[in-house]
């Protein structure tokens, strides 16, 4: 046993320090990136938000108007091969550029993957959907991928620490996810006492990857915009958000009605509701690591969306970044005890 003295940090413990800045307007920041991949040697250019590869979140509907944005949306492991066929044949080429196909690490995964793969040579992104990315098992099958698909961009993940993004990378992977916990509908944290401050992890592990040519995706721990600019400034290379994107007109969640109010359901892929849906409930060696909760209905996400990159927009504005990819050297976090002012936090309009 051993104990790290040094604290770490979560989105809520630091804020951003503004800056002098040449800009005169948001509208002259530039939120589009562009990545040179260092296993697969692809390029690709846009903006680096991802919709989160929950059976609520990444759906086909969630692809058709994120892709409008130039973001992408990891699709959710759970679509046949059926689906996958009428969605690829039914959507322009230029959708697909923003497409993640994810997976898991079964043998029948991987004849999916290949399945799936084969419909279009305009696919290009893997995400091996793993929960701990820690294992042996793990990073064998992420070789396996990359000896299937030696030209795709592969996503693995999740890990929150620099030595095991760097085995990653090493191991096939372009991109590495982070976040152990953080999500707002898991209960990992609670039930096992295994996690990481987000933040911190984000630029622990950026370092990492970067020190190798490859990218990191922060995923977890975004409940408004402006953590999503911490993320980057960070040195996140891409965000994934889930709980900002649940609730809304393109996710597949149960939709009802209380007290004349539209609800939907979200839940984490841990929780009992994805295990019963998928798995024929929790096994009796598991426990259960997520939650599900009602949220109001949101109507479209292109109004949240437009709302994130505004707030990002207006970030760089204040720290005189032109762009996203300026935002890190911009950065100047400084701790603090108190984020906002709440007094009128329960107050409605």
């Not at 086909?60 to 944005?69: A, C, D």
């Not at 504005?317 to 329960?346: C, D, H, M, P, W």
């Amino acid at each position: 046993m051993r104990i790290e003295e040094d604290v770490k940090l979560g989105f809520k413990d630091v804020l951003i320090r503004p800056k002098r800045s040449i800009l005169k307007s948001r509208s002259q920041v530039d939120l589009t990136r562009n990545f040179s991949f260092r296993n697969s040697g692809r390029v690709w250019t846009g903006i680096p938000l991802i919709a989160a590869n929950m059976d609520t979140i990444g759906t086909f509907r969630m692809v058709q108007v994120l892709s409008s944005f130039h973001v992408l949306t990891a699709v959710h492991k759970y679509y046949s091969y059926t689906y996958w066929k009428d969605f690829v044949h039914s959507v322009p080429d230029t959708v697909l550029d923003y497409v993640i196909v994810s997976t898991g690490m079964l043998e029948e995964d991987l004849t999916k993957l290949k399945k799936i793969f084969s419909l279009s040579s305009k696919l290009q992104y893997i995400c091996i959907d793993v929960a701990n990315g820690y294992t042996e098992q793990f990073v064998s099958f992420l070789k396996r991928i990359r000896d299937s698909f030696p030209e795709k961009i592969i996503c693995a993940g999740n890990v929150v620490t620099g030595e095991m993004v760097e085995e990653l990378i090493l191991s096939g992977a372009d991109i590495v996810k982070v976040g152990i916990g953080p999500g707002s509908v898991c209960t990992t944290r609670i039930k096992t006492a295994i996690g990481y401050p987000q933040l911190s992890a984000v630029i622990e592990c950026s370092d990492a990857a970067h020190g190798l040519g490859g990218q990191i995706i922060s995923d977890g721990g975004c409940i408004v915009s402006g953590d999503i600019a911490k993320a980057f400034g960070g040195g996140a290379d891409f965000v994934m958000l889930g709980g900002m994107l649940a609730g809304h007109h393109e996710c597949e969640g149960l939709i009802f009605e209380e007290n004349k109010k539209k609800y939907m359901m979200f839940y984490g892929m841990s929780s009992k509701s994805a295990m019963d849906r998928y798995v024929g409930g929790v096994a009796g060696y598991k426990a259960v690591e997520g939650k599900s909760v009602k949220l109001l209905f949101r109507g479209s996400v292109d109004k949240t969306m437009r709302d994130i990159l505004g707030g990002l927009r207006s970030t760089c504005t204040y720290v005189g970044a032109s762009s996203l990819k300026e935002l890190t050297k911009r950065t100047t976090f400084i701790k603090v005890s108190e984020q906002e002012n709440k007094t009128f936090n329960n107050q409605e309009a």
